[in-house]
T-cell receptor, first 114, second 114 residues
Framework: GAVVSQHPSWVICKSGTSVKIECRSLDFQATTMFWYRQFPKQSLMLMATSNEGSKATYEQGVEKDKFLINHASLTLSTLTVTSAHPEDSSFYIC??????????FGDGTRLSIL | AQSVTQLGSHVSVSEGALVLLRCNYSSSVPPYLFWYVQYPNQGLQLLLKYTTGATLVKGINGFEAEFKKSETSFHLTKPSAHMSDAAEYFCAVIRSGGSYIPTFGRGTSLIVHP
């Protein structure tokens, strides 16, 4: 079935550094990719939607300069958390879909900022 | 706009007992409905979905759900719980004919006792 790979699965870094998370669709072309943030014991919060070759569409309240999203190819999207601070610590999940098909989710990235 | 309500943030059952996780939705147009399961530190895995056709939908791991339009419900059931079913379960709704971006419920944590 459709597989979405997310890397890294866990990252710990110092406050002020930038962190890049990759999301790859391994066996299908992802025309649209989504980035979610999940706080402990809570649901997924959609951060942004990106279509290949276009600028990402950010949800209200999400800082586009803080969370840089690039979707340069049909199989890869990246989320860069710039100048990360402890409050950015969270579980970030990507998903990908081809056209109107259901989304397929990556396994998430646990980000811890010290 | 659509929304999802999952009744009960935690459901506790004994191994072998019936599992019932409740989901009610609101949508101005016929919805597409999904149940996802999330294991610790992982992304979401699709359990089952309803789009059109038969209202009783069977999914993986012995789970099934029934779409009841009159009750605006899509409850998830499993006749006999296994210890391995312990996880977080999310109900989601997509408005048919829309942007195909799901709205997730807050999630229900299923606890299975030996």
């Amino acid at each position: 079935g459709a597989v979405v790979s997310q890397h890294p699965s866990w990252v710990i870094c110092k406050s002020g550094t930038s962190v890049k998370i990759e999301c790859r669709s391994l066996d299908f072309q992802a025309t649209t990719m989504f980035w979610y943030r999940q706080f402990p014991k809570q649901s997924l919060m959609l951060m942004a939607t990106s279509n290949e070759g276009s600028k990402a569409t950010y949800e209200q309240g999400v800082e586009k300069d803080k969370f840089l999203i690039n979707h340069a190819s049909l199989t890869l999207s990246t989320l860069t958390v710039t100048s990360a601070h402890p409050e950015d610590s969270s579980f970030y999940i990507c998903s990908a879909r081809n056209g109107g098909q259901p989304q397929h989710f990556g396994d998430g990235t646990r980000l811890s900022i010290l | 706009a659509q929304s999802v309500t999952q009744l009960g943030s935690h459901v506790s059952v004994s191994e072998g007992a019936l599992v019932l996780l409740r989901c009610n939705y609101s949508s101005s147009v016929p919805p597409y409905l999904f149940w996802y399961v999330q294991y610790p530190n992982q992304g979401l895995q699709l359990l089952l979905k309803y789009t059109t056709g038969a209202t009783l939908v069977k999914g993986i791991n012995g789970f099934e759900a029934e779409f009841k339009k009159s009750e605006t419900s899509f409850h998830l059931t499993k006749p006999s719980a296994h210890m391995s079913d312990a996880a977080e379960y999310f109900c989601a709704v997509i408005r048919s004919g829309g942007s195909y971006i799901p709205t997730f419920g807050r999630g229900t944590s299923l606890i299975v006792h030996p």
